[in-house]
């Protein structure tokens, strides 16, 4: 089994960045598909983003082109760079690893989470 442990979040003013980091062990994440989801308050949770196993990446439309998702193989690690950042990003967000090839975009695909960690935007 992975393990996985993120770093990252807090709080950031709109229009600023922050990255998250999902770092693994027990495996390497180079066996799995790497999404990123986020659950805002009073909302299902939602997909964010996934590097896929197979290689590539594809990004929910409401962060396409502000976010961007990276492997590290060598700290077998996940990154989630979030630029211009808006109020509407402000939720917890946890990583997650699939065997499934592609680009699985739903949280049932997942078998591995992180332990979530919160991102909050203020104005």
């Known amino acids: 089994q992975v393990q996985l442990v993120q770093s990252g979040g807090g709080l950031v003013q709109a229009g600023d960045s922050l990255r998250l980091a999902c770092a693994a062990s027990?495996?390497?994440?180079?066996?799995?598909?790497v999404g990123w989801f986020r659950q805002a308050p009073g909302k299902e949770r939602e997909f964010v983003a996934v590097?896929?196993?197979?290689?590539?990446?594809t990004y929910a439309d409401s962060v396409r082109g502000r976010f961007a998702i990276s492997r590290d193989n060598a700290r077998n690690t996940v990154y989630l760079q979030m630029n211009s950042l808006k109020l509407d990003d402000t939720a917890v967000y946890s990583c997650a690893a699939s065997v499934e090839m592609g680009w699985p975009s739903q949280d049932v695909e997942y078998s591995f989470w992180g332990q979530g960690t919160q991102v909050t935007v203020f104005s």
């Open positions: 027990g495996r390497t994440l180079g066996s799995y598909s």
């Open positions: 590097a896929g196993l197979g290689g590539g990446a």
